[in-house]
T-cell receptor, first 113, second 113 residues
Framework: SAVISQKPSRDICQRGTSLTIQCQVDSQVTMMFWYRQQPGQSLTLIATANQGSEATYESGFVIDKFPISRPNLTFSTLTVSNMSPEDSSIYLC??????????FGSGTRLTVV | DQQVKQNSPSLSVQEGRISILNCDYTNSMFDYFLWYKKYPAEGPTFLISISSIKDKNEDGRFTVFLNKSAKHLSLHIVPSQPGDSAVYFCAASDEGGNYQLIWGAGTKLIIKP
């Protein structure tokens, strides 16, 4: 299965600023997924990123708040923009499919103060 | 509306005994179910999955049972080991769901020595 390197592992940010999270995969993948896990909650899919096209966002998430880049088949970034304390969560990237399972990055623990 | 529910936030089991983690779902269109394990500061790790055409899938110490009529699945770990202490997530998807996984909130399993 693919190996994902995600960074940063954690950050503490001031409200109103932005943070970009990076995920590097050790193999080429068609789709990459970005999730959020708020404290005590389940994982929620933010968006699906295909190389060379706009990301597809789930209900409740918008591109202005969570812009995603997917410049090639092994790399993607998620930016959390204009942060507020409500954005404090763990953010995870993932690759895979439902038959063979999904592999996740180690997560980025974001705290907004 | 939670489509996938893990009603037990935590479970404590003696080492060597059986751990049983439960998951209920409401969407009858789900046809694939997965269990993930998550350690602190790490991303979820795929454990085992089951298709709706089966009622049991076994992999070493891990067995997943699916009861479609009850919309219920369970993960059995036998025997439980200290390294099994983690948060376990149940996830489900349907063929028309565009790869999206719907996640439960997780159950924290604590294995007591």
């Amino acid at each position: 299965s693919a190996v994902i390197s995600q960074k940063p592992s954690r950050d503490i940010c001031q409200r109103g600023t932005s943070l970009t999270i990076q995920c590097q995969v050790d193999s080429q993948v068609t789709m990459m997924f970005w999730y959020r896990q708020q404290p005590g909650q389940s994982l929620t899919l933010i968006a699906t990123a295909n190389q060379g096209s706009e990301a597809t966002y789930e209900s409740g998430f918008v591109i202005d708040k969570f812009p995603i880049s997917r410049p090639n088949l092994t790399f993607s970034t998620l930016t959390v923009s204009n942060m507020s304390p409500e954005d404090s969560s763990i953010y995870l990237c993932s690759v895979g499919d439902r038959v063979y399972g999904y592999t996740f990055g180690s997560g980025t623990r974001l705290t907004v103060v | 509306d939670q489509q996938v529910k893990q009603n037990s936030p935590s479970l404590s089991v003696q080492e060597g005994r059986i751990s049983i983690l439960n998951c209920d779902y409401t969407n009858s269109m789900f046809d694939y179910f997965l269990w993930y394990k998550k350690y602190p500061a790490e991303g979820p790790t795929f454990l085992i999955s089951i298709s709706s055409i089966k009622d049991k899938n076994e992999d070493g110490r891990f067995t997943v049972f699916l009861n479609k009529s009850a919309k219920h699945l369970s993960l059995h770990i036998v025997p439980s080991q200290p390294g099994d202490s983690a948060v376990y997530f149940c996830a489900a998807s349907d063929e028309g769901g565009n790869y999206q996984l719907i996640w439960g909130a997780g159950t924290k399993l604590i294995i007591k020595p």
